[in-house]
């Protein structure tokens, strides 16, 4: 202000001060020349001065401390809908003004990633209309639903399949698997053996439950004493697949098999031809007397199946409710499995082995269109590579839950990880730091900016301003969204294309009609009544079974070596 004042105050003086020299009766030209020239220069002070005084009023009256005028970007403000999207309506800022928005998912099928923190809103503003718009199509979709908090999702599920059922052009039905409450539970065995087509069924379900109760040894694949572990469980289920044409291939008769000593054990799966290959190494370790390396090979696998020894779990994996086909156009199916976070580990794995030989059945042609949601998708192992890949064809979506990505690559691998996140075709991000505000800020890509910078020197200031190309949402601004505020980027097709693929903005909610409609659904039914009594027969009966295998095998094998 100082340099300005030098300006004002002097060309103020000058300017009214001229007025004296006019005041007397001047007949000679020079006095007016002298008046000319006082005024002219008074007044280019006092006009110097103010262009000063207006920049620094200018600069100190702008409010936008934060850059949050120049962080916006016109957005896709049209519902674009085909039979198979879903769309959000949502709200956001442009050129300091409000305006209405959607975010148009219209290429499910390449698969969508939500992400966002605790309390950021992935179900309550993105996840739960994913399951009612699906549900609400005029030819509704098939759905398996990974409930982690259950039956928080499975119950949304549930009441719009009822409200929907009848759309649907064959008898479809909807199933829950729910270890908790087993009257509220239908029983389903994922090793059905119609559906265990060879050994490589065998040897990926093995995987499958073997890394859910050990997460960490999927960072070891090719591990020694991993891999016998899994070829061990992998020979155990192939052989009860093949006995009698799998009358007891359950994963409760595989964990009981296992229990086995080692002379009945190896004796019985050696009269199977197709896994003898897989078990030579232990067989001649036993025969060589050394116990040790044995127990190395094979202990780590019985002592973790020896955890889903349980009556409960025995009761729901031992049964035949339904199948795994959701996609079948003859009995089209939503399927929900409910995980409880006190049991993350037991449940996960028993769910993981479920999920994963859903994937394997349903990514064939000729099927309906299906969604799989994975709430907390880390907390399960599901290897969903080759469905995002391949299912967009066989009309399946994905969308994959996760808190963060670095949550996603701590459970996963950072190998895993990185494709999963760089194959699917949407992002929508709630509130994340770290890894994961940084990659959606490159994702959404950048912005021409207004950029101005002050200068103010002894004799002047100046004000310069340029345009830069600027992260449109930076990763500071990702880590303080609000709950409900969303960036990320979509998918489009080549019938639709979509010019404006990013956006920021505020989902909107009506939680009054959420109230309203959460109060008016039906519970998840009883499905049976379940007494504890009729558990433990059916545990003790799976437990007899294998004796009885065992006996009878080992008779047979005798009788053949006379």
Same mark, same amino acid.
Request: charged content about 20%.
């Given at each position: /202000? ?39 220069? @008074? ?29 916006? =970007? ?26 209405? $928005?959607?975010?148009?998912?219209? %290429? ?45 999702? !499975?119950?949304? %599920?549930?009441? +719009? ?10 008898? !479809? ?12 539970? +239908?029983? #389903? ?21 073997? /890394? ?9 694949? @090719? ?22 044409? @799998?009358?007891? #291939? ?5 964990? &009981? ?8 054990? =190896? *004796? ?50 031992? @049964? ?10 003859? +009995? ?13 580990? *037991? ?49 399946? #979506? ?5 808190? $963060? ?6 459970? /996963? ?12 075709? $949407? ?14 800020? &490159? ?9 101005? !910078? ?17 992260? %449109? ?7 303080? =969204? ?19 693929? %990013?956006?920021? #903005?505020?989902?909107?909610?009506? =939680? ?48 053949? !070596?006379?």
């Amino acid at each position: /202000y100082r340099t300005t004042l030098r300006y004002i105050v002097p060309g103020l003086l000058l300017y009214f001060l001229s007025w004296f020299i006019l005041s007397g009766r001047i007949t000679s030209i020079n006095y007016f020349i002298v008046y000319m020239l006082v005024v002219t220069v @008074g007044f280019i002070l006092i006009l110097t001065g103010g262009t000063l005084l207006s920049r620094i009023i200018k600069d100190a009256l702008a409010d936008d401390i934060f850059n949050a005028d120049n962080e916006t =970007f016109p957005q896709e403000e049209r519902l674009i809908e085909n039979e198979y999207s879903i769309n959000l309506p949502a709200k956001y800022r442009y050129k300091g003004k409000t305006r209405n $928005s959607w975010i148009n998912f219209i %290429a499910v099928f390449r698969s969508v990633l939500v992400q966002g923190g605790p309390g950021a809103g992935k179900t309550a503003f993105c996840i739960r209309h994913f399951i009612s718009q699906a549900l609400n199509k005029p030819e509704p979709y098939t759905m398996l639903v990974y409930d982690f908090k259950f039956p928080d999702l !499975s119950l949304i %599920a549930y009441n +719009h399949w009822l409200k929907n059922k009848h759309k649907y052009k064959a008898e !479809s039905g909807c199933y829950f698997i729910n270890f908790d409450d087993l009257s509220r539970s +239908h029983r #389903c065995n994922p090793l059905d053996p119609v559906t265990m087509e060879d050994i490589t069924d065998a040897s990926e379900s093995a995987k499958t439950i073997l /890394y859910g109760l050990n997460r960490s040894w999927q960072k070891k694949q @090719g591990d020694f004493f991993v891999d016998s572990a899994i070829n061990f469980v992998t020979a155990v289920i192939w052989y009860l697949r093949k006995y009698k044409d @799998g009358q007891y #291939c359950t994963l409760p008769h595989v964990i &009981e098999f296992i229990q086995l000593d080692y002379s009945k054990m =190896f *004796t019985l799966l050696n009269m199977q031809p197709e896994v003898s290959s897989l078990i030579t190494v232990y067989i001649q370790a036993f025969q060589n007397g050394a116990i040790e390396q044995l127990e190395g090979q094979i202990a780590s696998a019985k002592i973790a199946l020896a955890t889903l020894s349980s009556p409960q779990i025995y009761y729901i994996l031992s @049964g035949d409710d339904f199948k795994l086909d959701i996609n079948n156009p003859e +009995h089209p199916k939503v399927l929900c499995l409910g995980n409880n976070p006190q049991k993350i580990q *037991t449940y996960g794995a028993v769910l993981s082995l479920y999920i994963n030989r859903l994937l394997k059945i349903i990514n064939k042609k000729g099927k309906l269109k299906s969604m799989l949601i994975s709430d907390e998708y880390p907390t399960i192992v599901a290897d969903v590579t080759t469905t995002i890949s391949t299912g967009r064809s066989n009309l399946i #979506c994905v969308l994959l839950g996760v808190q $963060s990505i670095n949550q996603l690559i701590k459970e /996963y691998g950072k190998e895993q990880a990185e494709v999963i996140i760089s194959i699917v075709g $949407s992002i929508i991000s709630g509130q994340v730091t770290g890894d994961g505000a940084k990659r959606l800020s &490159e994702q959404i890509g950048r912005i021409m900016q207004d950029r101005q !910078s002050l200068s103010i020197n002894r004799t002047d200031t100046s004000i310069s301003k340029s345009k830069q190309l600027e992260a %449109a949402v930076p990763p500071s601004k990702i880590a303080n =969204f609000s709950s409900g505020e969303f960036a990320g980027v979509l998918a489009d097709t080549p019938q639709q294309p979509m010019p404006l693929k %990013a956006f920021h #903005c505020m989902i909107q909610n009506d =939680f009054d009609e959420v109230d309203r409609e959460e109060k008016a659904y039906k519970p998840i039914p009883i499905i049976r009544n379940v007494t504890n009594l009729i558990v433990m027969k059916n545990f003790t009966t799976i437990k007899e079974e294998i004796e009885q295998i065992a006996l009878s095998e080992m008779e047979k094998a005798l009788e053949d !070596s006379e």
